[in-house]
């Protein structure tokens, strides 16, 4: 029993440290990776190189898939490619059981030591501080392997357990179930091979039971990977399940194998860690021969998975907005800008939403920078968008691409204005109350949560306005934002004088809060002004066919 004790406890510290490892590696790479991976990955090789790289650096195949999954559902990704990917991202998981289980215990100590002096010493908002997370992690997950190794040797004399593990020994169908319950029990197919490793090595189960239990663990990895993607968008799923297809075959085929050739289990039963070294050659041939399947499996994929005109993207032309073909005409390249900025004011509004929970609770500084990294990230496309537009302003434009040209530059340098007037939000919700640990009032905090709420309402309304062609139906659109625009800074007096009156009572939070609410109210004023600017425009005449140097 104490065995089995030590064993959760030393499960529980390496879901620790590989969760400690992921959220680092994504919060000091996370929007940097993202972007250079849906630059990158133009071919087979290096979409598999890439996967197995990621999934190393984040200890799991599933946080590597739900990235590729993400990337994938914004366009940047075709399903061969993002298949391609997932394949490398499920071999990348195997190589780190094998890694982990070489005896590196001497350096835990040093990269929990070194960890811990940068995440304090550089601060937890910092990459280094980060960065610091990611060693620690590391260092755990060293040390959680020492113990699941210690706590599996007394289990070969357990008199209790070993009626179980005879019967899981004589049953391949138990076995299989054993590692699925350990790869869901950990949410990891990695901690269960290691976990079934050390129990062959301690003789609890022989070699041909520990290879049904890491099928198994197999089994959970790809049921997991589709089941943690089933709320990306049509077009993300696409990937996770070509790869689900492909790992169902080789996996039954590897099954049947293994009922039919006991050879198998004898030739890996004669060398040390044969459960890890059986792991990574699964994975390596399904990985492997994967690549020559791509492109029917993806099809298949894309014919079961449809695209819907709603999920429509044109993540190719964001990608790559300096491509030729997006140069042909000048109306052409002004809608693809008028498509990409339609992309950027909807990741605007996301942002905005996302930065809520700043008002309701105290983040921790990682994932603050993940805010500050996003924000960053959608500003490098507002710049990317003026050099574009400078490229088609030096084409023949009629005057009414000249006005739409001209609008479309006022829009994008409005959003990059309210870009930076969110990081000032961001900032100072940091500084005045994540840091200092305060709160707001409930009244305060739903007044700030309704202002923040009629602010998202104008980025929606921004979006529509974008997204219209008909030059009447916008003005109307315009009409009705700049009219929600002049409610809310009417109201900005009322609110202000319900903060005083709290404040007059004496409560605590308002006093708190008083400069930090009345700052976040004007900013948040700004942004709706930034935004009824980015709307406005003098339309001039739609259809003049006159051509402008």
């Given at each position: 029993?104490?065995s089995?004790?030590?064993m959760?406890?030393?499960?529980?510290?390496?879901l620790?440290?590989?969760?400690?490892?992921?959220?680092?590696m994504?919060?000091?790479f996370?929007?940097?990776?993202k972007?250079f991976?849906?630059?990158?990955?133009k071919?087979?090789a290096?979409?598999m190189?890439?996967?197995?790289?990621?999934?190393?650096?984040?200890?799991?195949?599933?946080a590597?898939?739900?990235?590729?999954?993400?990337?994938?559902?914004?366009?940047?990704l075709?399903?061969?490619?993002?298949?391609a990917?997932?394949l490398?991202?499920?071999f990348?998981?195997?190589?780190?059981?094998?890694?982990l289980?070489?005896?590196?215990?001497?350096?835990?100590?040093?990269?929990?030591?070194?960890g811990t002096?940068?995440?304090?010493?550089?601060?937890?908002?910092?990459?280094?501080?980060?960065f610091g997370?990611?060693?620690i992690?590391?260092?755990i997950?060293?040390?959680a392997?020492?113990?699941?190794?210690?706590?599996?040797?007394?289990?070969?004399t357990?008199?209790?357990?070993?009626?179980?593990?005879?019967?899981?020994?004589?049953?391949?169908?138990?076995?299989?179930?054993l590692?699925?319950c350990?790869?869901?029990?950990?949410?990891?197919?990695?901690?269960?091979?290691?976990?079934?490793?050390?129990?062959?090595?301690?003789g609890?189960?022989p070699?041909?039971?520990?290879?049904?239990?890491?099928l198994?663990?197999?089994?959970?990895?790809?049921?997991?990977a589709?089941?943690?993607?089933?709320?990306?968008?049509?077009?993300?799923r696409?990937?996770?399940v070509?790869?689900?297809?492909?790992?169902?075959?080789t996996?039954?085929?590897t099954?049947?194998?293994?009922a039919?050739?006991?050879?198998?289990?004898?030739g890996f039963g004669?060398?040390?860690?044969?459960?890890i070294y059986?792991?990574?050659?699964?994975?390596?041939?399904i990985?492997?021969?994967?690549?020559?399947?791509i492109?029917?499996?993806?099809r298949i994929?894309d014919?079961i998975?449809?695209?819907?005109?709603a999920?429509?993207?044109?993540?190719g032309?964001?990608?790559?907005?300096?491509?030729k073909?997006?140069?042909?005409?000048?109306?052409?390249?002004l809608?693809?800008a008028?498509?990409?900025?339609?992309?950027?004011?909807?990741?605007v509004r996301?942002?905005w939403?996302?930065?809520?929970?700043m008002?309701?609770?105290n983040p921790?500084?990682?994932?603050?920078?993940?805010?500050?990294?996003r924000?960053?990230?959608?500003?490098?496309?507002?710049?990317?968008?003026?050099?574009?537009?400078?490229?088609?302003?030096?084409g023949q434009?009629?005057?009414?691409?000249?006005?739409?040209w001209?609008?479309?530059?006022?829009?994008?340098?409005?959003?990059?204005?309210?870009l930076?007037?969110i990081?000032r939000?961001?900032?100072?919700?940091m500084?005045?109350?994540?840091?200092?640990?305060?709160s707001?009032?409930?009244?305060?905090?739903k007044?700030l949560?309704?202002?923040h709420?009629?602010?998202?309402?104008?980025?929606?309304?921004?979006?529509?306005?974008l997204?219209?062609?008909?030059?009447?139906?916008?003005?109307?659109?315009?009409?009705?934002?700049n009219?929600?625009r002049e409610?809310?800074?009417?109201?900005?007096?009322?609110?202000?004088?319900?903060?005083?009156?709290?404040?007059?009572?004496?409560?605590?939070?308002?006093?708190d809060t008083?400069?930090?609410?009345?700052?976040?109210?004007?900013?948040?004023?700004?942004v709706?002004?930034?935004?009824?600017?980015a709307a406005?425009?003098?339309?001039g005449?739609p259809?003049?066919?006159?051509?402008q140097?």
């Amino acid at each position: 029993m104490q065995s089995l004790i030590h064993m959760a406890g030393g499960i529980a510290l390496l879901l620790w440290g590989a969760y400690m490892v992921k959220t680092g590696m994504l919060r000091t790479f996370g929007v940097a990776l993202k972007d250079f991976l849906s630059v990158r990955l133009k071919n087979r090789a290096i979409a598999m190189a890439s996967g197995t790289t990621l999934a190393s650096l984040l200890q799991s195949s599933t946080a590597a898939t739900l990235i590729v999954a993400s990337i994938q559902a914004e366009g940047f990704l075709t399903t061969n490619m993002a298949f391609a990917t997932i394949l490398g991202a499920d071999f990348g998981s195997a190589l780190m059981t094998r890694v982990l289980t070489f005896d590196l215990s001497f350096l835990s100590p040093l990269l929990i030591f070194i960890g811990t002096c940068l995440f304090f010493m550089r601060k937890a908002d910092t990459r280094q501080g980060q960065f610091g997370r990611i060693l620690i992690g590391l260092g755990i997950i060293m040390l959680a392997l020492s113990l699941i190794v210690a706590a599996t040797m007394p289990l070969r004399t357990s008199t209790e357990l070993a009626p179980l593990f005879l019967e899981i020994s004589h049953s391949p169908i138990l076995a299989v179930l054993l590692g699925l319950c350990l790869g869901f029990g950990c949410f990891s197919s990695l901690a269960a091979v290691i976990i079934t490793s050390g129990l062959v090595t301690a003789g609890v189960i022989p070699v041909s039971t520990g290879l049904w239990v890491a099928l198994g663990a197999d089994i959970e990895s790809t049921i997991l990977a589709l089941m943690t993607t089933m709320t990306a968008s049509r077009i993300g799923r696409r990937g996770p399940v070509a790869n689900t297809m492909w790992r169902t075959v080789t996996l039954s085929f590897t099954a049947l194998l293994l009922a039919t050739c006991p050879f198998i289990a004898e030739g890996f039963g004669t060398i040390p860690d044969s459960v890890i070294y059986f792991h990574v050659t699964l994975n390596l041939i399904i990985s492997g021969t994967g690549l020559f399947i791509i492109k029917p499996f993806a099809r298949i994929a894309d014919r079961i998975i449809p695209e819907k005109k709603a999920d429509a993207k044109t993540g190719g032309e964001a990608a790559d907005l300096f491509a030729k073909e997006n140069l042909i005409s000048s109306g052409m390249s002004l809608n693809v800008a008028r498509t990409e900025l339609q992309r950027i004011t909807g990741d605007v509004r996301n942002f905005w939403h996302d930065i809520e929970i700043m008002l309701r609770i105290n983040p921790a500084d990682g994932e603050i920078l993940i805010l500050h990294d996003r924000g960053n990230y959608i500003n490098q496309r507002t710049s990317t968008m003026t050099r574009y537009l400078g490229l088609v302003m030096r084409g023949q434009l009629t005057t009414a691409e000249a006005i739409e040209w001209q609008y479309l530059k006022n829009a994008n340098g409005s959003i990059k204005v309210a870009l930076n007037t969110i990081d000032r939000i961001i900032t100072v919700i940091m500084n005045e109350k994540c840091r200092k640990n305060r709160s707001f009032t409930p009244d305060g905090l739903k007044e700030l949560q309704a202002l923040h709420h009629r602010v998202g309402v104008c980025l929606e309304q921004l979006a529509m306005i974008l997204a219209e062609k008909d030059l009447e139906k916008r003005r109307a659109l315009c009409n009705t934002l700049n009219n929600e625009r002049e409610a809310i800074l009417r109201d900005s007096y009322e609110l202000t004088l319900r903060h005083m009156e709290r404040v007059s009572r004496g409560l605590s939070g308002a006093i708190d809060t008083s400069a930090l609410h009345l700052e976040l109210q004007s900013l948040f004023n700004r942004v709706v002004g930034i935004i009824g600017s980015a709307a406005s425009m003098d339309y001039g005449t739609p259809n003049d066919p006159e051509p402008q140097g």
